[in-house]
C-alpha cells in the first residue's frame, strides 16, 4: 500500500469518527480486490460458491479490527484483535463456510466469536448465527458491534465453545474458529444428522505439531471425516485445554 495512503487513512480514522464517501468507496474497492484474491487463492482449495463470495462483498471487515490495522483490512491474512486473538485471514473464512453448504434456513454455531467478522459472514448465508466466544472482553465488543452494523439474526453468548450453545441445538452446521486436539463431544451431539462441521485440530502452534482442518458429516453411519488443509488456529481453551491436562497429554 502507498504510505501517503496509508497515512491518509490512519489520519481519518484517528482524527475523525465518521467515515466519508470516498473512504467508503476506497474499502468497497479493497474489499473487492480482496475477493478476488480469495477466489483464486489456491489452485486446489478454490472458494469459487457465488453466495460465499457475494457475502465476503457485503461484510464490511474493516469495521472488525482495531484502528491500529484498519489499512489492512482487505489484505488476505489474520489480524490481531487483542487478548493474544486474530481475525482470521479472509481465504480461510471463506473456505470453511464454503464446506457448510448453507443453505437460507439453516441455523449455525460458530465456536470462537473473536470479533464478529465470521458471524456476519454467515449471518447473509444462514437464517440464525449463534455464536460463544470465551472471552468476556471479545465477546461484548463483537456483540456491541454487530448490533451497530444491523446483524440481527446473530446470537452472541459468552462461554466455553467446548460445550456449544445446548440450548439452541440442534444445528444443521457448527463452524469452529480455535483448535482443539480432538473434536468436541458436545459439538457432534448439537449437530443435526445430515449437518456439517468444519473444525481445525491439534496440538497449538509453536508445538511443533500440525493442525489439519476437517470437514466432519454426521451420517445415519456415523460420523464421516475429511482432512482439508493444513493450518494455524490459536487453540481452544477452556475445558478443551484442561482436557488435555488431565489426559497428560
Not at 38 to 64: C, G, I, T, W
Not at 123 to 128: G, M, N, P, V
Not at 150 to 176: C, E, T
Request: hydrophobic fraction near 40%; glycine fraction near 8%; include cysteine.
Amino acid at each position: 500500500m502507498d504510505m501517503r495512503l496509508l497515512s491518509a487513512l490512519l489520519f481519518c480514522f484517528a482524527a475523525a469518527s465518521a467515515e466519508t464517501d470516498a473512504l467508503q468507496d476506497y474499502f468497497k474497492g479493497q474489499r473487492e480486490a480482496m475477493v478476488r484474491l480469495v477466489a483464486n487463492y489456491h489452485p486446489q482449495h478454490k472458494v469459487s460458491d457465488a453466495q460465499v463470495l457475494a457475502a465476503l462483498r457485503r461484510v464490511p471487515r474493516h469495521e472488525f479490527v482495531p484502528l491500529a490495522v484498519k489499512p489492512l483490512a482487505y489484505d488476505d491474512m489474520p489480524l490481531p484483535i487483542g487478548e493474544g486473538q486474530t481475525i482470521s485471514q479472509p481465504f480461510m473464512v471463506g473456505y470453511m463456510t464454503q464446506w457448510l453448504e448453507l443453505k437460507p434456513s439453516d441455523r449455525v454455531l460458530e465456536v470462537g466469536t473473536g470479533s464478529g467478522y465470521h458471524a456476519a459472514v454467515l449471518s447473509h448465508l444462514a437464517s440464525e448465527v449463534y455464536t460463544v466466544e470465551i472471552v468476556p472482553s471479545l465477546g461484548n465488543k463483537a456483540k456491541r458491534l454487530l448490533d451497530r452494523l444491523g446483524y440481527r439474526n446473530v446470537f452472541v453468548r459468552i462461554g466455553d465453545g467446548y460445550q456449544g450453545w445446548p440450548d439452541k441445538a440442534p444445528f444443521d452446521a457448527i463452524v469452529v474458529t480455535c483448535a482443539p486436539e480432538h473434536v468436541p463431544e458436545p459439538l457432534v451431539r448439537q449437530l443435526k444428522r445430515g449437518g456439517r462441521m468444519m473444525i481445525p485440530v491439534g496440538a497449538p502452534v509453536g508445538s511443533g505439531a500440525p493442525q489439519q482442518l476437517y470437514l466432519v458429516r454426521k451420517t445415519d453411519e456415523g460420523l464421516k471425516t475429511e482432512r482439508k488443509l493444513d493450518v494455524r488456529f490459536v487453540e481452544m481453551t477452556g475445558e478443551a485445554k484442561i482436557r488435555v491436562k488431565l489426559e497428560g497429554r
